[in-house]
Each structure stands twice: as C-alpha cells, then as structure tokens.
C-alpha cells in the first residue's frame, strides 16, 4: 500500500507547529518545487525532522545549492533539494544569509552532512567556489581549487588573480609580455 505524500502547505504548517515563526520565516512558491524559508541557524535541526519523521521522511539529499545575490543586495542562499523515496515527494529549503564584507568571516550555515553523507561533497563545493562555511562539517577545505587560491569563483564581485604560482591563469585574456598583445 503506496503512503499519500503531504501538500507543500501540510508540510509548511508541520513545520511551523514543530519549530514556530522563528524558524520557518516564510515561503517562495514562484518555484518548482516551491521552496520553505528557514531561519540559517535551524537548517540542521528542521533537516533532521524532516528525514527522521515518519510522516515525511525526506531520505534523500539530491542537492545543495549556493548562491551569491551579489554585493548589492547583500544576501547568499543556500538552497537544499530534498526528496522523499517513499512518498515521491520534493521539497526545497533555503536559508538566506548576510554577505560578508571583504576580509570578515564568511557567512556561517550549519552543515547537514550528518544526516545525509552527500552532503560533505555538496557544502565542500559551495565553500569552495562561493565561500559559505558549514559549521561542524567533518573536513571542510576546497575541493576543486588548490588550498591557496585566493577568493571563491561563484561570486558576483570575484576578481581571478591573473599568476598562480607564476603560472599565468586568466584564460581567455590578452598578455601583454610580449608587446604584441598576443595571446600566449
């Protein structure tokens, strides 16, 4: 006998008589999946109800996402894609976070990676190329960029820095050395 899965609004009013409006702040359903609004410093306790509870069990983390709003609005997000096996079910949640000035900490997030192991993948790729740290993650360092690199890709006002290592690396861009203005 196949479950019934919750409508996206039983799943919101579960969560808000479970955790209260400072924790889930809200929701965007322009979306799809429409997404439930959750207060940064909750993400991992909300992420453990939702796989542990039985009338949801959201048992697979398809992906985590981060997103940079540029410096203008002030904000990144970190979007989560959760899927529910046995109810064929989706559900997103996303937190929104204050953009941290130049030389200041990062924004801060608490992993999941303890709930969902793909999850460590996921955060070490957002604080690697958007530069959002996960607290409590088991072994945050980048994943795609060397240890060194200065900055994170992702970013709206990311400046590559034109040597590593005395290797020139701003691709597509004209070097000027040999006073031709040749590519080299």
Not at 54 to 59: L, R, S
Not at 118 to 134: P, S, Y
Not at 179 to 184: A, F, N, S
Request: include cysteine; proline fraction near 7%; glycine fraction near 8%.
């Amino acid at each position: 006998m196949s479950k019934a899965a919750a409508s996206f609004t039983e799943l919101v009013t579960l969560l808000q008589e479970r955790f209260g409006a400072a924790v889930v702040l809200g929701t965007d359903e322009a979306g799809m999946p429409p997404a439930v609004l959750i207060a940064p410093e909750a993400i991992a306790e909300v992420c453990r109800f939702l796989y542990e509870a039985e009338q949801t069990y959201f048992d697979l983390l398809s992906c985590i996402t981060g997103l940079d709003n540029g410096p203008e609005a002030g904000t990144m997000e970190v979007i989560y894609n959760l899927y529910s096996i046995p109810y064929n079910q989706h559900l997103m949640l996303k937190v929104v976070l204050p953009r941290n000035l130049p030389g200041k900490a990062l924004p801060l997030v608490p992993s999941v990676s303890s709930i969902w192991r793909t999850a460590n993948w996921h955060e070490r790729e957002i604080f690697d190329l958007v530069g959002i740290h996960f607290a409590e993650h088991p072994d945050l360092r980048r994943i795609l960029l060397p240890e060194d690199w200065e900055g994170h890709p992702l970013r709206k006002d990311y400046r590559e820095q034109e040597y590593y290592h005395g290797i020139w690396v701003r691709y597509g861009q004209e070097r000027l050395e040999d006073g031709q203005g040749k590519q080299q």
